[in-house]
């Protein structure tokens, strides 16, 4: 059940890069355990859109808040402890390489909680235990297959008890047969009422688990909507004709 309250809302935000607009007065909300998709063509300012709403870029124009609290309000002396609040999973795993899984998921608990080296390193056992990697601490990214990175990745977020995930196409870098083991930890995540936020071409997990369907083109919110948008039929919209052609490139 979700909250009726925004835990996260972003307020009109543009983003304009070399002249370009990237992001074009983007406005969304969500609830409290809401799972939000976003789909659109490459180009559209969907990855912009996470950065924006974590602040790793700021906004020309607009403003995100967390818990009703604003990001523009806190200035750059405090917006660490914003980002520290919402967590963000990239493309890319940025695991780092001279640490086994156990120590890339500690790293943050210790550098930037400031948490002893047992207490960190007992907290990143238990969320690799939640992404299911508890037999891999030793491993180091060199030994880990794509799909284990990720959850990594995903487990070094979660220690650091944040109130949004943002996941940025969190499996565009893997194998089709390590993309599920990846999406089943996020469906996990969602069902505990993690709070998400996530970019992704995988439209099959975006109909069953969504809660909104947000579809961006040009650096607009074009269509929003519940996981029935993406459904062709007559008078469908510019969400469902993307979904038709990208299925009639991918098979599916």
């Known amino acids: 059940m979700t909250s009726t309250t925004p835990l996260l809302e972003v307020s009109r935000i543009s983003r304009i890069i070399d002249g370009k607009t990237i992001l074009d007065d983007v406005s969304l909300s969500l609830n409290k ?13 969907k990855s912009t859109l996470l950065q924006c709403i974590n602040f790793l870029q700021v906004p020309n124009s607009g403003d995100v808040f967390l818990a009703g609290q604003s990001a523009r309000a806190m200035g750059r002396r405090n917006i660490c402890g914003f980002r520290q609040k919402i967590g963000m999973i990239f493309q890319d795993f940025n695991l ?14 210790r550098k930037v909680k400031g948490e002893k080296k047992v207490q960190a390193r007992k907290r990143a056992m238990s969320e690799l235990e939640r992404v299911g990697l508890a037999d891999k601490f030793h491993l180091y990214p060199s030994q880990l297959s794509g799909g284990q990175k990720q959850r990594v990745s995903l487990a070094r977020a979660l220690a650091m008890d944040p109130m949004v995930m943002l ?25 505990s009422g993690m709070t998400m936020l996530m970019v992704t ?12 369907i ?17 459904e062709a039929g007559p008078g469908g919209g510019r969400a469902a004709d993307f979904c038709a052609k990208l299925a009639e490139v991918t098979g599916r």
């Open 96 to 109: 780092f390489d001279h640490l086994n899984a156990l120590d890339n998921v500690a790293v943050a608990l």
């Open 33 to 45: 355990g809401d799972l939000k998709v976003v789909i659109g063509p490459s180009g559209g300012g």
């Open 214 to 230: 947000i579809f961006m083109e040009e650096g607009r919110v074009v269509e929003t909507g519940p996981p029935e948008l993406l």
């Open 167 to 191: 996941l940025d196409e969190p499996t565009s870098a893997l194998d089709p047969e390590l993309i599920g083991e990846v999406l089943n930890v996020i469906a996990q995540l969602s069902l």
């Open 201 to 212: 071409h995988q439209i099959g997990f975006a109909r069953h688990l969504t809660t909104e």
